[in-house]
């Protein structure tokens, strides 16, 4: 009998259910997302308890689809890897539960993934990234690795939940520099939106709008962009932005949205890639990724752009689709994880794996 050579990823730690099926040199087969956006938009942010009898209606339909499109069978899988935090916990357990029954069902390893690494990876998928990575048959099959040459890495993560920037030692082996000390980047589109009276989710709307506008037009704050520590914050922010349509009538507001969309936008990219460049220069780092829903913004895709090409580094970032939420990036981590792996270990069991809605990183 062959080998099973695929990774079935499956993710469901907020208000996506997806899966996925990888190989073991990170090549997608299918990918299904199944978005519960109309679900929320209603409340402008996700509710938990929707959330997870959302996924539970739809994690095996999603299953299912995928290894349809993939034209795979259970035979073919070699493991199942599985979000296990960090989300929120009741949308966790529909993800992992689904995960383990599988894995015993099939006699497969499950390999619990941490979301954030998920996000990480995501940033080797397209096709130049992968064949970067160089991979090596060991005994424990195919083993993945990142050229010595180009370590260290210095990762933005912007998502909904999350804003941090990491320094990747190697795979599987990361540093925090700094993290939010209140609202995430994404969260904060989510909220200004919110205040601009524009839809859920916040950041493609707002983006949406500033792309007509002037953002020089409003002197928002950087926040804690001087300040000696990689942290960020975006309350403040936030604030400034609240007081500034506070102070606008209804007609002007409305005439001048796209500026101040544009001028929010502005300060949230100048404070992130401030940040990041200023990491790159302090490690001496000759490669930037940035993932995360936020990563698909279009002024912090072509600034970050810029910065690479002033400094002659190299950027990397996920394609749109890869930016948010999806299963491909747990698979990811499955097929990393499935070789020779510097992090701890490598697989879980079934028995003790449990979801963990806070996470860390350096955990994995
Ligand atoms: O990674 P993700 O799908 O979920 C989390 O793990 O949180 O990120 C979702 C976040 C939302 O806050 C959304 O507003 C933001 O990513 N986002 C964007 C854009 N597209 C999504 N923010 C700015 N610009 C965008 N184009
Ligand atoms: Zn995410």
């Known amino acids: 009998m062959p080998t099973p050579t695929l990774i079935l990823g499956i993710e469901s730690s907020c208000d996506e259910t997806a899966a996925a099926l990888v190989d073991r040199t990170l090549k997608v087969r299918s990918s299904v997302v199944s978005s519960q ?11 938990p308890e929707i959330a997870a009898r959302a996924h539970t209606e739809r994690i095996l339909p999603a299953i299912d689809e995928c290894l349809r499109r993939a034209g795979a069978r259970p035979r073919d899988i070699a493991a199942v890897a599985v ?35 998920g996000h990480i990876l995501s940033s080797l998928l397209d096709e130049h990234s992968r064949r970067s990575l160089t991979s090596r048959h060991t005994q424990r099959g195919t083993t993945l690795a990142i050229d010595k040459s180009r370590l260290p890495v210095v990762v933005l993560t912007v998502s909904g939940g999350h804003t941090e920037l990491f320094v990747l030692k190697d795979l599987g082996n990361y540093k925090l520099l700094g993290r939010t000390r209140d ?13 601009l009276g524009l839809p859920y989710p916040g ?14 037009r409003y002197d928002l704050p950087r926040p804690m962009l001087k300040h000696a520590s990689y942290d960020f914050s975006f309350a403040g922010l936030k604030t400034a932005v609240h007081r500034t349509v506070a102070a606008l009538s209804k007609p002007e507001l409305r005439r ?6 544009a001028s929010f936008e502005a300060a949230v ?7 990041a460049e200023r990491a790159l220069a302090a ?18 895709r072509s600034n970050a752009q810029a910065l690479v090409l002033k400094k002659n580094l190299t950027l990397r970032l996920p394609s749109f689709e890869l930016c948010t939420d999806n299963a491909v990036m747990v698979a990811a981590v499955g097929a990393v994880r499935l070789g020779e792996y510097p992090g701890k270990k490598s697989y879980d069991d079934i028995a003790t794996l449990a979801a963990d809605p806070t996470l860390d990183l350096v955990d994995v």
Not at 90 to 104: D, H, P, R, Y
């Open 283 to 300: 490690l001496r780092a000759k490669e930037l990724w940035i993932v995360g829903g936020v990563a698909a913004n279009k002024r912090l």
């Open 203 to 216: 950041g493609p709307a707002i983006s949406q709008e500033a792309e007509r506008g002037d953002p020089t």
């Open 269 to 275: 990219v100048d404070t992130l890639i401030g940040k």
């Open 183 to 195: 609202d995430a980047a994404g969260e904060a589109f989510d909220k200004v939106a919110r205040l």
């Open 83 to 117: 979000t296990r935090g960090p989300g929120l916990i009741t949308s966790l357990f529909v993800g992992l539960e689904t995960a383990k029954a599988l894995s015993l069902g099939w006699g497969v390893p499950l390999i619990g993934v941490n979301h954030i690494e």
């Open 256 to 261: 001048r949205l796209p500026d101040l969309a």
């Open 37 to 47: 956006i109309e679900l929320h938009a209603v409340t402008h942010g996700v509710v």
